[in-house]
């Protein structure tokens, strides 16, 4: 009896509502709500006596009779646990969107109640005709509300949507003779005994039916037009019933279909997700990118019907399509129907951004949980299917994150809290949090992931004291920027766990809600859009690489070979190696300065922590003389390029992915030096790199500007910003006596012993480039003359200014006594198995290899007292500088050439410029936008199916169904 | 009576190859939209073919057919319970895409369907 | 051209890949599966002599439910269309041979299909003619005259009453039997009779009314958007 209620309830509220409509509008809606409610508590009421939230509930079933006797004379309804539940997400949408809907075109009313009850129907159908009438129900509903929708593309909408019902109709019917014919009923389960011709006759029509329904490429044309052109509040109540129901059904057709061989789903579902998702990498309109993603999941619904079976379907497909249909829900409700353009003008990035990333599938949020489980699958199957799953899911990403990043503006006040879309915002929470309850048993914060010891200790140090020194400047942000400070701090917390993950997938899932709570830190910058979309497209491309890794090696971050190989990529990409410092760049210039500080000083050396523990030396062994290359070349070219730029962060940026060239070169090396001097070096650059873009936060919080050519002679304003910055250069440029002469000391003696003498050079050679830039910020930034407007200008905050004291002590504590860290870190790394050369020794202050000795101590005394000495000297010389406004220039009554030509710091190395002409050749933004160009061309061939013209779709299907026939009448005689 | 048999089955295929070819290849969507019932015609005269069984009468058990006999007098009488749902669907999708391809035609000036593209790719 | 071609082509291919099908579809010389055991049992289920109707209002309730839903959301969606985009021209004064045969024909047509509909179980007809015949009568009277007919005040209520009724009439049998839509909630009488067959006749009837005021809907849309010139 509750199930005939939670199925008819909102059919009799239709016949109701009809007759209402147009004589009580409020009532109407009322009594639509009421029904609403009604059924939705009928459908609780079956999920909890089906007991579907618990183990193995999803598959308890419940009988809907009707009609007289038994199948297949009548006709079952059949609920399980499974449909009940996506039944539960049928009503929460429609109770979500009624109110938006309805209450703006008034006689939607019934047709919006019928859905429900349609929805259901389809669902919980077991009958093959009886599935087409809720079909039909379905698509001749979706015309009308489409017609009838708020859109000035309706009449095309609807007509595509009615000559795409129309084909459906046709095929399907073809079907039902067929079946009956060769069966002699009707039930579903019957489709599956079939044999021979037949049966391959019906799988071909049937599976273009499920397809074009699904919107699975390539037959997902219509489907792209509908998101884009459909009045935005009908997509939204449509996303979570119609479409859900239809993929629900679909799930059930599949795996009835007789089908020679169902493995082949899965290989239509692949390259569809591939070049589907292609083919929307360029997409801008965001209802048409709902709508590729409708189609990407459309393709891991055949992927699913083609490699997983029993419970772990049911629960794989229920996780993926609730989830992803209220995700988009929420998304549609966001949209004001009103702004014809673009509907998402307005909305608030922020709320946005949760559904969003539920349709991504990042970490925690649930579609992720079965994300995992689907590639786990595959992986046994066929790695290169898993391949290309991933790079399908990261190209629906891509888009995605176009999407939000486009629009991160502020919170909007104007909208009520209790809104449709917050509403549908917090059940996509409340659902994350339900999951990853559930999902938290594979989680593990204590295990032996990760060797215990000293070094897993540094790392642990840095996480933790990079994230609470950053933290105290981040409250407040700097000029047109927002605080990122609770981002920081999530994607801090979330990083110092990083090195206690008792498994893989903890890892994993620290590591992905780190990088996104970072991404949305650097959302806070000015000007956002450009930083933030590239750094969520690298951290995506790293996740997914680590992904792949950790379903290679079995819950393990990586194991030898291919894993290993992923691992190394996804470190490269995350520090910016080999060209991939395109994200840096872009996302440290963008984001809030201390954002930048803590991306750069702390956050990156998660990827230094993820190649030293990930895997066994042994592993990294056959990748280390490229790895090594690698690094090289990148702190050559990276320093070169920091050189030539003049924004100060964007030299710091450039400048940071020069330095970690130098630990990517350390850890190629795989000998006990390498390793020591790469560890060593990440620990200085953690303290040096921090104080210089804490600095530079200081530097644009007080004069609004990154540019060098606007800046000069803040000495005298902020001499303690240029203390600490002035220490962190030295260190950095690896002069003696501070810390980064050490770390490059080592690193040297490291590649001499391993007799690679050619990297050796252009490491050295990278030196030098450093110091020019390193010259060239501190001349730009501090001295010279300083600009009038300011003459003003404050010390920094101490909010950045205190941690950067911090940093600067430690910093020459580990100057003149680096034995504090090496008398740890050298048995440690010796301890490391597989690591070759020979072992450094200490004896009191003095670090000893064989190539020779550096005494820190003795050094740094001996520095101290050159320049002591030369400090002396010039100081009882007794001249005095002159000082020198900088608008004391005279021209001779020239017209004077531009400001930045009259600045003394303008186009400071123009002679190394001009020298080095060639290099902007091989820029790396032109390496990408190529590789963005390619995929945009490949992509282009894909779209170019999808003409617009309702009849090429309609040929598409049936070309794809004589494909499909004539291909498994050729595997079958 | 097997040549009856193919005939109607040969035709109600050809109804469906032309109202396909006709949707394929017309321009202007109220044709379209009549190419949709010809081959809707085809496919309910399919299906009312395959309840067919040579030699019987309707599935109406009065005094005609005694219902001790049913089994072997009538023909299938659920094909023709499928086509009538059948047919009555045919009828409210074509009411309803007539309706949206007259509004069609009039708000956007025209009726071909070639220029009703503005959503693509 | 090409287009054309390549269409053929398509259509041709697909033809005669599914020509291989026929083999499977021979003529049959007796009743198998579903249907024999409808011809079987028929009668003794649902007590109607008219199977066809046994198997529409009874065995498969659920299939005509969701067919008259059809019905339902086709007319709904079309009088809402209509109603938010008029077509825009006025009816037109109806000829003198409309204007007359509509005062005589509605009341045998009427008589007709109320026949239909309720003899559904006896004889060929059932909610569906019998609707589409009262629509008809409906649709003579509208043309006959050159405004809306008084009767099309009552079409909303009309449709809302059947369709509750039909809804309640399958919940009756969830109820009772535990089947949704059983037509044996009261007795199934003696076979041949009017009044038997269960619930039937009272389905058929609701179905009738149902598709009558669905169609007389669609039709009064059309007239008060201004189809009819």
């Keep these: 009896m509750v199930t005939a209620l939670a199925v008819f309830l909102p059919l009799l509220g239709a016949f109701l509502t009809a007759w209402l409509t147009h004589r009580n509008e409020r009532l109407s809606l009322l009594i639509t709500r009421l029904f609403l409610l009604a059924g939705l508590a009928a459908i609780l009421v079956i999920a909890a006596r089906l007991g579907a939230v618990t183990d193995g509930g999803l598959e308890n079933t419940m009988i809907l009779r009707t009609g007289v006797m038994t199948p297949p004379l009548s006709i079952d309804l059949k609920v399980t646990g499974w449909s009940a539940l996506a039944a539960v997400v049928v009503y929460v949408g429609a109770l979500l969107g009624v109110g938006r809907f309805s209450g703006r075109i008034p006689g939607t009313q019934p047709l919006l109640l019928t859905l429900v009850t349609t929805s259901l129907g389809l669902m919980f159908a077991t009958d093959f005709f009886n599935s087409f009438v809720f079909i039909e129900i379905g698509s001749i509903i979706t015309i009308g509300l489409t017609a009838a929708g708020r859109c000035r593309r309706r009449w095309e909408v609807a007509l595509k949507t009615a000559m795409i019902s129309g084909l459906v109709t046709i095929l399907y019917l073809l079907a039902v003779v067929i079946v009956y014919r060769t069966t002699g009923e009707l039930r579903l389960t019957a489709i599956s005994t079939m044999t021979g011709f037949p049966a391959i006759l019906v799988s071909g029509l049937l599976l273009t039916v499920i397809m074009t329904e699904i919107k699975a490429f390539p037959l997902s044309g219509w489907g792209l037009d509908f998101y884009q052109g459909v009045d935005k509040n009908f997509a939204a109540v449509y996303s979570s019933t119609w479409s859900l129901a239809v993929l629900l059904w679909s799930a059930r057709m599949l795996t009835v279909l007789p089908l020679p061989d169902p493995g082949v789903l899965a290989r239509i579902g692949a390259g569809g997700l591939v070049l589907g998702q292609l083919a929307g990498l360029r997409q801008r309109d965001p209802g048409r990118m709902m709508g590729y993603s409708t189609s990407a999941y459309a393709s891991i619904l055949l992927i699913l019907a083609g490699t997983v079976h029993g419970a772990d379907y049911l629960s794989l497909t229920l996780l993926f399509f609730t989830f992803a249909s209220l995700s988009k829900t929420t998304v549609f409700l966001m949209a004001d129907p009103e702004e014809e353009d673009d509907p998402w003008k307005k909305v608030s990035g922020y709320v946005l951004l949760l559904p969003l990333l539920c349709i991504t599938g990042i970490p925690p949020f649930p579609v992720f949980w079965a994300k995992i489980r689907m590639l786990t699958v595959l992986a046994d199957i066929s790695p290169l299917l898993m391949g290309a799953v991933i790079l399908g899911l990261f190209f629906e990403s891509v888009y995605i994150y176009r999407l939000w990043s486009s629009r991160t503006g502020p919170w909007q006040k104007k909208r009520k809290y209790f809104d449709a879309a917050f509403m549908g915002a917090a059940l996509l929470a409340a659902g994350t949090v339900w999951t990853a309850a559930g999902a938290e048993q594979g989680l593990s914060l204590s295990g032996e992931l990760f060797r215990a010891g000293f070094v897993r200790d540094l790392f642990l140090a840095i996480f933790a004291g990079g994230t609470l020194l950053s933290l105290p400047g981040a409250f407040r942000g700097g000029p047109g920027e927002k605080s990122p400070a609770v981002w920081m701090l999530v994607s801090g917390v979330a990083l110092t766990l990083l090195p206690l993950s008792g498994n893989g997938l903890t890892f994993y899932v620290l590591w992905e809600i780190s990088a996104f709570a970072a991404v949305i830190g650097v959302s806070k910058g000015a000007r956002p859009s450009e930083g933030t979309f590239w750094f969520a497209v690298f951290a995506g491309a790293a996740g997914y690489l680590l992904l792949a890794s950790l379903v290679l090696s079995d819950g393990a971050v990586s194991s030898p070979g291919i894993p290993m190989l992923l691992v190394a990529a996804a470190a490269l990409l995350k520090m910016g190696q080999g060209g991939a410092h395109l994200w840096n760049v872009r996302a440290y210039s963008t984001a809030p300065s201390t954002m930048a500080a803590f991306l750069s000083g702390t956050s990156s050396k998660a990827a230094v922590f993820l190649l030293v523990f990930s895997a066994s030396a042994a592993a990294i062994l056959p990748l280390g003389t490229s790895l090594a290359w690698i690094g090289a070349l990148t702190a050559l070219g990276m320093a070169a390029m920091a050189s030539l730029e003049s924004d100060y962060k964007k030299v710091l940026a450039y400048a940071s992915v020069s330095q970690l060239g130098y630990v990517i070169m350390g850890i190629g090396l795989t000998s006990v030096l390498g390793w020591t001097a790469a560890i060593y070096h990440t620990f200085n650059h953690f303290l040096f790199k921090s104080i210089l873009f804490l600095g530079a936060a200081g530097v644009i919080a007080r004069t609004g500007t990154s540019d060098y050519d606007s800046l000069g002679g803040l000495v005298k304003r902020m001499p303690l910003t240029f203390t600490f910055t002035l220490i962190s250069v030295i260190a950095f440029a690896g002069v003696p006596p501070l810390s980064g002469f050490g770390s490059k000391w080592l690193l040297y003696n490291a590649l001499v012993e391993q007799g690679m003498l050619p990297l050796a050079l252009v490491a050295m050679f990278a030196s ?25 200008v404050k010390e920094a905050p101490l909010a950045v200014l205190a941690p950067q004291g911090v940093f600067t002590a430690v910093l020459m504590a580990l100057s003149f006594r680096p034995t504090l860290l090496l008398d740890r870190l050298v048995p440690a790394v010796a301890s490391i198995a597989g690591l070759g050369g020979e072992i450094p020794v200490i004896e009191g202050t003095a670090l000893s290899t064989s190539l020779g000795y550096w005494d ?16 002396v000297f010039y100081w009882i010389s007794g001249r005095r500088p002159i000082h020198v406004g900088q608008l004391d220039i005279g021209f001779a009554g020239e017209l004077p050439p531009s400001p930045e030509e009259v600045h003394y710091a303008g186009d400071f190395f123009r ?3 001009r020298a080095l002409a060639f290099l902007p050749e091989i820029h790396a933004s032109k390496v990408f936008g190529g590789i963005v160009k390619t995929a945009d061309l490949a992509g282009d061939v894909f779209r170019s199916l999808f003409t617009g013209d309702a009849r090429t779709y309609l040929l598409h299907s049936l070309i794809i169904l004589t494909v499909m026939i004539l291909w498994m009448k050729g595997g079958t005689p | 009576m097997n040549v009856f048999y193919w005939t109607v089955a040969g035709t109600a295929s050809g109804l469906i190859i032309v109202g396909l070819w006709g949707v394929l290849t ?20 399919l299906l009312v073919w395959s309840g067919y069984l040579p030699g019987r009468t309707t599935p109406i058990l009065n005094g005609d057919v005694p219902a001790a006999e049913a089994v072997s007098a009538v023909v299938d009488p659920l094909p023709q319970a499928l086509v009538l749902t059948s047919i009555v669907i045919g009828v409210a999708v074509a009411a309803l895409f007539v309706v949206v391809a007259v509004l069609a035609s009039r708000r956007l000036g025209t009726a071909d369907i070639r220029r009703m593209k503005e959503l693509k790719w | 051209m090409i287009r054309t071609l390549f269409v053929l082509l398509v259509l041709l291919v697909l033809a005669a890949a599914a020509t291989s099908v026929i083999p499977h579809l021979k003529m049959r010389t007796e009743l198998d599966g579903a249907g024999l055991e409808y011809a079987r049992r028929g009668l003794e289920d649902t007590g109607s002599i008219n199977l066809v109707t046994a198997v529409i209002v009874a065995y498969r309730g659920l299939d005509t439910l969701g067919e008259v839903v059809v019905l339902f959301s086709a007319a709904t969606s079309v009088m809402l269309i209509l109603s938010l985009f008029p077509l825009g021209r006025g009816p037109t004064d ?136």
């Design chain 1, 911 to 913: 002679p190394f410029r």
């Design chain 1, 768 to 792: 030098v480039v450093a110091f020019l830039y390193a010259f060239r910020l501190l001349y730009a930034v501090f001295l010279g003359q300083l600009a009038p407007r300011h003459y003003e």
């Design chain 2, 26 to 45: 017309r321009k202007n969507i109220l044709r379209i939209g009549l190419a949709f019932t010809i081959a809707d015609t085809g496919v309910n005269l």
């Design chain 1, 856 to 871: 820190a101590w003795s050094v740094g005394m001996m520095v101290m007292g050159v320049f002591g000495f030369a400090f």
């Design chain 3, 94 to 229: 109806p000829s003198f041979i409309v204007a007359h045969t509509a005062r005589v024909l509605p009341a045998p047509i009427m008589l007709l299909a109320v026949y239909f509909t309720t003899h559904s179980h006896l004889s060929p007809g059932g909610g569906f003619p019998g609707g589409t015949i009262m629509a008809s009568a409906f649709l003579l009277v509208m043309l006959g005259s050159s405004s809306t007919p008084a009767g099309s005040k009552i079409l909303p209520a009309l449709e809302a009453l059947s369709g509750t009724t039909f809804g309640l009439l399958g919940l009756w049998g969830t109820m009772t039997l535990g089947q949704f839509l059983n037509n044996r909630v009261i007795g199934i009488g003696n076979p041949g009779y009017l009044v038997s067959a269960g619930i039937i006749p009272l389905v058929s009837l609701a179905i009738g009314v149902k598709v009558a005021s669905e169609f007389s809907g669609i039709f009064a849309a059309f007239r008060k958007s201004g189809g009819n010139r």
